[in-house]
């Protein structure tokens, strides 16, 4: 597992009062080029919203490749303590994860 948050932003301080924090969990796997662009593409947003990323490695525990080996790259959002809920799987989109993004 590694923890990631966007370049140079505080997501507890940068964040406006009343707003949740937002989390990505993205599930990847090693030598997996969707899963680097989904991440770039991810992290290609760090500017604009406060976000950390957690990346989960697929191939590290047997219930996660039953879960999602074949879907692999698949990005869950959440917000403060809410539930996560799946936006996309493969290719970023960038539409959901903004309106995603927009409603912390």
């Known amino acids: 597992m590694l923890t990631l948050?966007?370049?140079d932003i505080d997501c507890?301080?940068?964040?406006?009062?009343?707003?949740?924090?937002?989390?990505?969990?993205?599930y990847t796997r090693s030598y997996c080029h969707l899963c680097d662009d989904m991440l770039e593409a991810l992290q290609a947003l760090s500017g604009e919203y406060p976000f950390t990323v957690e990346l989960?490695?697929?191939?590290a525990d047997e219930a996660?490749?039953?879960?999602f080996d074949e879907l692999v790259p698949v990005l869950y959002g959440k917000k403060g303590n809410s539930d996560s809920v799946q936006l996309c799987n493969y290719f970023?989109?960038?539409?959901?994860?903004?309106?995603?993004?927009?409603?912390?």
């Open 56 to 59: 989960m490695d697929v191939d």
């Open 64 to 67: 996660l490749v039953a879960q």
């Open 12 to 26: 507890e301080t940068n964040n406006a009062p009343g707003n949740a924090v937002v989390h990505f969990t993205l």
């Open 5 to 7: 948050t966007g370049a």
């Open 92 to 104: 970023l989109d960038d539409a959901r994860v903004r309106a995603f993004l927009q409603a912390a």
